[in-house]
């Protein structure tokens, strides 16, 4: 009996055995631990050996201070554990900014840091580095985790890759004593530098002189040169390379490299003579079932620079090697946002304009048929045919777009003001034209928002798409009444020259016929354009009358209306003319002098209105995640809308309060 329960004993143990095999083997497949900031010094009759020894794993290990030997030149000496945490210690972020990354990638850099700096200890200084066209610190290193998130918020991915530079960067700025660490975040290979080896191998020398230790997150790529160039930079001082496709997998990535700086441990070995000179130690240990073993050289006498790790050698089955997860990928670069659908949405636009126009000629209307059918039967085939020759000679794609540009806004009701407007401004379009520009400027807008929106695409879209669908009118507008105007201001002016020219013998045609030619432009233009309407027989009266609508002028048309009196009823129109230019003139200095006591109004409603405009896309462009809750959320679209309202609102109030009429 007793047999029977050795053996069923024996076998269980056997069992429990085998069980636990495959889970310390995953577990060891899981953990790396690295050495860094080893410091040899030499004083009077003793010398010390410090390192510091970092720890990554996805489950809660620490090292274990009673395994930790360390031997100089096959000697064991005693040493001492601490916790690393008195150190000065510093890391930063180093983020690819390139335009392969895409607003997914950028989303993921995000959320990933958010999760770095919530994990990294208390103690540790972050900063952050950028990589793209060119390269640069972004943030100092510093305690201050909100500072590091807004400023990675604002991050935005564009250009080519420059990592060898910003790898530079990063480790000029970290220079100094104490533990030094990179986090790397790269989805490619440097595309900028000219002379690609030389700078790496510039940028792993830095690396390596500062004692930094990268932790490399391979973003979606497995691009040779990228992968070799990343594994230099985790080899340097004993970092990790950790493959990663998602934003589940950098973010792990990221939260086991800050974890990693809470199990860090500081060693201390008192060697109680003098070293000097070049000298072998060994340090050996255990995490959790893990061992360690680093075997290399150091020099004693002055403080040493972290040597590069010449390997780990196993300690037994489980050895401490960095885990190189394999990531899967088709292709290098993310087409994540949708910038692609919008272009391929405005190439089929402008494919379906470009051949409806090429259709144009073959599409006649009622109209066009029947005065065809007069061509053939009144001036003859011949005629008919030269005709319609001449007109497939000019019947060019831009012929035929300002052609359909004309028949759309033929049938318009707002094409008559629109046109009046082209007439004041003295533009030399003609409605087709106007339609076409303004078709242009909505296109042109729309991109140009696309462009400037960052991660807003859609927003910047619909916004680039309103501003140039507003600012042909508005600029359409502002010419006009600029014009407008300025033939008000001429105004007295002008009728001073024709009541001089009436006292001087001259008849009224005469008089305007001086004007025309003498007067600068905007009036100049206008009544030689009435001279012109007289000469095929409109009344003079009627052809300044039309002046006064064309310009809209209200002084124009007191004008006309006094020498329609005076040729009614008799009297001088010499001196009615100079009394209706003192009275305008008057009424022009009145004018001046109320723009003047209202120009503070005025620049004060001008900086209100622009205000939230410009400062809603300045925090598009600094701060995405915060202003995206205005249209992501209910009570945000409710406070866009009402916001919108409310400055509606406030330009129409604004503007009559400003808005004087004398």
Do not use: C
């Amino acid at each position: 009996m007793s047999v029977t329960r050795r053996l069923a004993t024996g076998l269980a143990a056997s069992l429990v055995s085998l069980a636990l095999v495959p889970v310390n083997a995953a577990l060891a497949a899981d953990v790396s631990v690295g050495l860094s900031n080893v410091r040899a010094t030499s004083a009077g009759s003793t010398s010390t050996l410090t390192g510091v020894i970092t720890l990554r794993s996805k489950v809660d290990l620490q090292v274990d201070p009673a395994s930790l030997k360390v031997k100089i030149d096959d000697e064991d000496f005693s040493t001492t554990v601490k916790q690393a945490a008195k150190l000065d210690r510093r890391a930063m972020l180093v983020i690819d900014t390139s335009g392969s990354m895409g607003a997914q990638g950028m989303a993921t850099v995000r959320k990933a840091s958010s999760t770095y700096l919530k994990t990294v200890p208390a103690d540790v200084k972050v900063g952050v580095a950028s990589f793209a066209n060119t390269a640069g610190v972004d943030l100092a290193p510093t305690l201050d985790r909100a500072a590091a998130q807004r400023v990675i918020n604002g991050l935005d991915s564009r250009g080519d890759t420059s990592l060898y530079a910003g790898m530079q960067s990063a480790a000029a700025v970290l220079a100094g004593t104490g533990d030094r660490s990179i986090v790397l975040l790269s989805d490619g290979a440097d595309t900028m530098a000219t002379d690609k080896a030389k700078a790496l191998r510039d940028a792993v020398t830095k690396i390596k002189a500062g004692g930094i230790r990268v932790d490399v997150v391979r973003f979606k790529t497995n691009d040779p040169d990228a992968t070799g160039a990343l594994r230099s930079f985790a080899e340097a001082n004993g970092g990790t390379v950790v493959s990663a496709d998602n934003t589940a997998g950098v973010s792990a990535a990221f939260k086991a490299s800050a974890q990693a700086l809470n199990r860090q441990v500081q060693f201390s070995t008192a060697i109680p003579k003098t070293l000097s000179g070049a000298h072998s130690y060994t340090v050996t240990g255990m995490a959790g079932t893990t061992g360690f073993q680093f075997s290399r050289q150091v020099t004693f006498g002055a403080q040493a620079t972290a040597p590069a790790p010449t390997g780990s050698a196993p300690a037994g089955p489980a050895t401490a090697a960095p885990p190189q997860v394999a990531g899967v990928r088709l292709g290098t670069l993310a087409v994540t946002d949708r910038t692609p659908y919008i272009a391929a949405g405005l190439l089929a636009l402008a494919l379906f304009v470009v051949l409806s126009t090429s259709l144009m000629p073959t599409l006649q209307t009622k109209r066009e048929r029947r005065m065809a059918s007069i061509d053939n039967y009144v001036v003859g085939d011949s005629v008919a045919m030269s005709r319609q020759e001449m007109k497939a000679a000019q019947s060019t794609i831009m012929a035929q777009l300002l052609d359909m540009g004309d028949r759309v806004m033929k049938d318009r009701k707002s094409t008559s003001k629109t046109m009046a407007l082209i007439e004041r401004a003295d533009l030399p379009f003609r409605a087709g034209e106007w339609l076409v520009l303004r078709v242009v400027a909505v296109i042109v807008g729309a991109a140009v928002g696309l462009v400037l929106a960052g991660q807003a695409k859609f927003v910047g879209l619909i916004v680039g798409a309103v501003f140039g669908l507003v600012l042909m009118p508005a600029g359409l507008r502002f010419a006009a009444s600029r014009r407008a105007s300025k033939f008000e201001a001429q105004l007295p002016q002008i009728l001073l020259l024709v009541s001089t020219s009436l006292r001087s013998g001259f008849g009224l045609p005469q008089a305007l016929e001086a004007v025309a030619r003498d007067a600068a432009e905007p009036a100049g233009k206008e009544f030689s354009r009435a001279l012109a309407e007289t000469r095929i027989g409109t009344d003079i009266s009627d052809a300044l009358e039309r002046v006064g609508h064309r310009m809209e002028s209200t002084s124009m048309h007191w004008t006309v209306m006094a020498i329609r009196i005076q040729r009614e009823v008799g009297g001088n129109l010499a001196e009615t003319l100079r009394t209706t230019a003192g009275t305008l003139r008057e009424r022009e200095a009145l004018h001046r002098q109320v723009k003047t006591l209202s120009a503070e109004g005025r620049l004060s409603a001008y900086i209100l209105i622009a205000l939230p405009i410009f400062l809603f896309f300045y925090m598009l462009r600094v701060n995405y995640e915060y202003v995206a809750l205005l249209w992501t959320t209910t009570p945000g679209l409710f406070m866009s809308i009402s916001g919108l309202v409310a400055l509606g609102i406030g330009i129409v109030w604004m503007r009559q309060v400003v808005n004087i009429e004398v």
